[in-house]
């Protein structure tokens, strides 16, 4: 039975020419989002987030007792105006606003084939959250998916609502969580005729959900959640805690349900630093990191009926390549069954901790995957994001050397039973060189840092194209709020070295070489890049 508010159907015209949206098979879907806000959005002074009281909260132990947890608020340091509105980052780290969501359909060109704008009195995401809005196509085609916000009761389902974001769910409420409003994490399901359906979710309470992809008619999912003042301990003491650590990283829901509270949110599985053999020691972690946080996944795939997760951001954990569950058996079944399932690094990919730090205090790389895609069974292309840092300039560089090494698609092949990096494509993508954007200051010109959100498809001449979202610096308050790009790129399947400059097919551009084919404007955010869902299954792209 769908509870009141958990579904909803809607057709909206694409424009002036058509009765009914529909999206041209074989092109692209591109998430957008545009700031709605104005000067009065925010007032400078004003408390934030919104409704936080300052002051100790008590909080019941399992073990009896009461344990008291700091909770802070802050003061908006700049009004509502765009782009300085995000400055306010700086006093309240869980500051953001929410927006309308956009879904261009898209030629494979970038040109424009119409718009589908999805109701934002029925679901909304937040500027300036980067890792949000990724979109999946489903695997029998049909369909695409994304996670979004809905109020819960007495909570608005609207743009220009603050801090939403790392608001808690109605489901699971955590009172050392400064921000007070109750917002569900809601699975956007888009057929290829624009119909919008919404499940509404009580996973990631305190941070977002970041992707959503329909298999076998379940959705899987991937966030984050927690943030709250919990300590470790109590996260493991606390029924709230354990509520939080059971409702992150890899879920299922079920399209249509009424929204599952715990302890029925269907974790899957639970990877720990434990399980994993420290390369500087050839021993296992001893020390394990903060509960939940070690499954702060972001982007998601499903190949031959395995589901892949990655991690690329916090400071616990390994920014890695996941497999969630067994090879070629989606995960499914009970509460309890679920949370069995084993969550193992693809071998070969890092297992050095995303602190960088290793436990003899040694420095170790750490990489910033997200977006992934299987061309084949043997060859794995990664989105590198970059580490975000913003260096001054070295001949009008300003990403570092970490960014400048690692960051852009790379390219993974399996080989013995392990992936190996075969080699990173860049050509084009200028990282660390600043661009200017109209009506957008100057003085803080964004720059490429890597890319987030990744499709792809096998070309039948040999060769693979893949587009890809853009992440940037610049000296902004949040560089998720800057205008982006989507870019693609086409390389040579069998290739084992970078390819040489060289044409292709395509007329305007050449093999190994990035070519941009969308840009945000100012006040417009890139999010997500997928195939076009069919009403008939096509197996030729995800």
Known sequence: MLTAGAFVTRRVAADENHGRFHFTPDTLVLSRSVYAGN?????????????????????????????????????????GTYPTVFNNNKADGSFGVTSPIFLDNITTDGSLLGTLPIPSDQIVTSFSSKSELALNRSID???????????????LTAPNQLDVSNSNTPGVVDPTNPVVSQYFRSVAEVDASGHLEITEGNAYSGNNGRAAIKANSLFYLTGNDNNGGLSSSQLSGTQIGINLVTSTGAELLVPGQAPPVPPNINKIGDFEITQVVDPTT???????????????????????????????????????????????????????????????????????????????KTPTPVAFPFGIWFANATTLYVCDEGDGTMVAPVSGNVADAVTLATAGVQKWSLVNGAWHLVYVLQDGL?????????????????????????????????TVTVYAVTSTISASGDQGADPNKLVKVTDLLKATTLPAAGGNQDH?????????????KAGEVLRGIAFTPSDHRDDDGQ
């Open 39 to 79: 000067a009065a959005t925010v007032t400078v002074g004003e408390t934030l987030p919104p409704g936080c009281v300052a002051g100790n909260i008590s909080i019941a132990l399992l073990a009896g007792g009461n344990a008291s947890v700091a909770v802070a608020c802050s003061a908006a340091t700049s009004d």
């Open 430 to 462: 200028n990282i660390g060189l600043p661009y200017s954007v109209r009506n957008y200051p100057a003085a803080i010109n964004p720059a490429t840092d890597g890319c987030r959100n990744i499709a792809g498809r096998v070309n039948g001449n040999g």
């Open 141 to 155: 085609g049909k369909s695409i998916t994304f996670v979004g916000y809905r109020g819960g009761l007495g909570f």
């Open 282 to 360: 050839g021993k296992p972690y001893v020390k394990p990191d903060k509960a939940g946080k070690d499954n702060n996944f972001r982007g998601l795939t499903i190949f031959n009926n395995t589901m892949y997760v990655t991690k690329g951001s916090g400071g616990n954990g390994m920014n890695t390549v996941y497999q969630v569950g067994n090879a070629g058996v989606l995960p499914s079944g009970d509460t309890a069954t679920l949370a069995k399932l084993p969550i193992t690094i693809l071998p070969g990919f890092p297992t050095t901790l995303a602190s960088g730090i290793a436990p003899n």
């Open 508 to 520: 305007d551009d050449s093999l190994g070489k990035f070519v941009t084919i969308r840009s945000a």
